[in-house]
């Protein structure tokens, strides 16, 4: 069954870093979106970066030069790469990919279950 599984969240120190996986049982080879959400308590589930095929990557303003997005189509994996935390980071972080091929056949709009940040001193 094609899945996404996030790894790599945990409790961190503001000013630590964190990096986030999304392993797809599943090729990513022809995905033209793959992204990262997060969901705060309280708060509307929000983008915080993608890589589209045909423009590149994009981010949230809160997290420009912070974050940094990428993928290795090899292992069918998408990373966040996350530096300098803010406790306002904190979330539950989603990874979301457009479309995946098992075989001959795609599974479309598919979702990982979620991974937890925390930044706490």
């Known amino acids: 069954q094609v899945q996404l599984a996030e790894s790599g969240g945990g409790v961190v120190q503001p000013g630590g870093s964190l990096r986030l996986s999304c392993a797809a049982t599943?090729?990513?080879?022809?995905?033209?979106?793959l992204e990262w959400y997060r969901q705060a308590p309280g708060k509307q589930r929000e983008l915080v970066a993608g890589?589209?095929?045909?423009?590149?990557?994009n981010y949230a303003d809160s997290v420009k030069g912070r974050f940094t997005i990428s993928r290795d189509n090899a292992k069918n994996t998408v990373y966040l790469q996350m530096g300098s935390l803010k406790p306002e980071d904190t979330a539950v972080y989603y990874c979301r990919v457009d479309r995946i091929r098992s075989g001959s056949t795609y599974r479309y709009d598919v979702w990982g279950q979620g991974t937890q940040v925390t930044v706490s001193s």
């Open positions: 599943g090729n990513i080879l022809d995905s033209n979106v």
């Open positions: 890589i589209r095929s045909y423009s590149g990557t």
